[in-house]
């Protein structure tokens, strides 16, 4: 069986454009998250989705949106990229959402660098 | 509110000697608790995880973790290194949200 696939792998934008980064979750799977790893430091909750609503949202500005499609993929858009931006982004899929305890399985990541 | 420390940045051991990597925790509610593992440019991996179960959790690869709720601890122990253990580990609590450790990175010396 699949696991969760992310595309593209590496991206490098310059400040102030706009990206989308995208993951399709373990068949199966309604539930997806994304995460943001800064070089060095662990991974920081950015969104949750369930169902193709919006179950949790960490601490991010508002440049940082999500959403999930019928068949439960998700996109990632980062708009208006600061230097601050470069990351490993990753996306987890997981079969509920509620509580936040169910395993997460977690793709490779998308590695961002914003120039 | 919630919150994981990992009391070591860095840990290196010698390979077949015993592997600590110590966590502690708070939340406000039950939480559940995991440790992943992330070697160089791959994904996350589940180790294990604690779910008000059995409060020592057997994982993969021959680690396990002892949940201690009057310490507050969640350490990651395996009896003997392998060199392919050499990686960065995340401990993580999970309330309402997931919270994710610094990590430690682990070295093994042959």
């Known amino acids: 069986d699949a696991g969760v696939t992310q595309s593209p792998t590496h991206l490098i934008k310059t400040r102030g454009q706009h990206v989308t980064l995208r993951c399709s979750p373990i068949s199966g799977h309604k539930s997806v998250s994304w995460y943001q790893q800064v070089l060095g430091q662990g991974p920081q909750f950015i969104f949750q989705y369930y169902e193709k609503e919006e179950r949790g949202r960490g601490n991010f500005p508002d440049r940082f949106s999500a959403r999930q499609f019928p068949n439960y993929s998700s996109e990632l858009n980062v708009n208006a990229l600061l230097l601050g931006d470069s990351a490993l982004y990753l996306c987890a899929s997981s079969l509920v959402v509620t509580p936040l305890a169910d395993t997460q399985y977690f793709g490779p990541g998308t590695r961002l660098t914003v120039l | 509110a919630q919150s994981v420390t990992q009391l070591d940045s860095h840990v290196s051991v010698s390979e077949g000697t015993p592997v600590l990597l110590r966590c502690n925790y708070s939340?406000?509610?039950?939480?559940?608790l995991f440790w992943y593992v992330q070697h160089p440019n791959k994904g996350l991996q589940l180790l294990l995880k604690?779910?008000?179960?059995?409060?020592l959790v057997k994982g993969i690869n021959g680690f396990e973790a002892e949940f201690k709720k009057s310490e507050t601890s969640f350490h990651l122990t395996k009896p003997s290194a392998h060199m392919s253990d050499a990686a960065e580990y995340f401990c993580v609590v999970s309330d309402q949200n997931m919270r994710f450790g610094a990590g430690t990175r682990l070295t093994v010396k042959p």
């Open positions: 939340s406000s509610y039950s939480p559940s």
């Open positions: 604690y779910t008000s179960a059995a409060t």
